[in-house]
């Protein structure tokens, strides 16, 4: 590689560091370089990539006809392969001028709770929920959902895989969190109960090959990531986050809790935990995911070990672990650094027909 393509190579980098692309576009843009097709260089570039059309002017500003772009108004992959595609001075010359354009830095969410924003303001990524079984993690993600909605003024998109959310649960939580946060809040909700529907919805399959004791799985990408239900129903709905409760539960169904599935449900999690960090980074929207977690009986040192092994909260790099509080009506909710817990956590109130507030809250009847 000449210095020139080196330069060139830098330059995007850096538009990755400073929010103008992420490094998911980037790796993916290089495999579309030998396909891109550069039909006109005189007054702007055009090109296709693919199917879509991608215009670029030598003043920097830049479109292209795909989903990603349309949607988020990012430097998509078929944009980075047509600039990859140039000579590598008159690229460097159009990112240069890509780069005057003052960085677009990606907000932190409030959760509407002073207390919890100190300790967690939720990010833009894969956001991890965990904790006991029937600690409220539920109740925890719906109230985010709607909060997220109401400040975006865009609807949540929740995937129930456990069958919580009947026809009443739904209006229950309606009544609640629309009377909390105003009309702007809405969540749609979706049942998936099994694995298989699951994985088609990101656009995944999978098979299971079993030899004696052990099962073998392998995942299938069926499409790419903007080419999935999930992608195409969160840009139609045009979403403002997205929630998986439970994860794992569809995984449990079919693989058990026997030790020697270990292997196989962690290929089946890296895989899926791909797939939703390209969804969450394309819409650049948060992505909770509940999971549950449990306790030795015996050993009270031992600290909360999630179904399955680790694998999925190694994927993780945003935690929030809810546990009891010393009252009935509290919660402890806590940044987790796995698999250990860090210093920092905040006391919250439980209130019925509320959701979760400041310890310190007194609601008016």
Known sequence: ???????TISLLLLLARRGITSYERLSKAIQLVS???????KEEIVAKSEKYV???SKTGLYS???????????LCKHIIATLLKLQPEKAISIVEKILETPPALLPSLSTGIKELDELAPI???VVGIIG???IGKTLFVTQLAYKISADAGRRGLYIDTEGFYTSEAIASSEKIFEKRYGD????E???LKTLESLLSFLGLSFTIEIREKKIDVNVIFETPAEESPAMKLAQFLDISSLVIDSFTMPIKRVFGSSTQNLPARSALINAMFARLEEISSTLEIPLFVTHHVGKSPINPYDPYKPYGGSALLYNLKHILLILPGEKQDERRIIRYAWPYKTRDEVILSLIKDWGYDSSKHTREA
């Open 54 to 56: 991608i215009r670029i």
């Open 35 to 41: 396909d891109t097709q550069i039909s006109s260089e």
């Open 132 to 134: 006991p079984s029937k």
């Open 123 to 125: 990010p833009i990524g």
């Open 64 to 74: 292209c006809s795909c989903p990603d772009f349309t949607f988020r108004k990012k």
């Open 189 to 191: 909700f979706i049942q």
């Open 1 to 7: 590689m000449n210095n020139s393509a080196s330069k």
């Open 184 to 187: 702007k809040a809405r969540v």
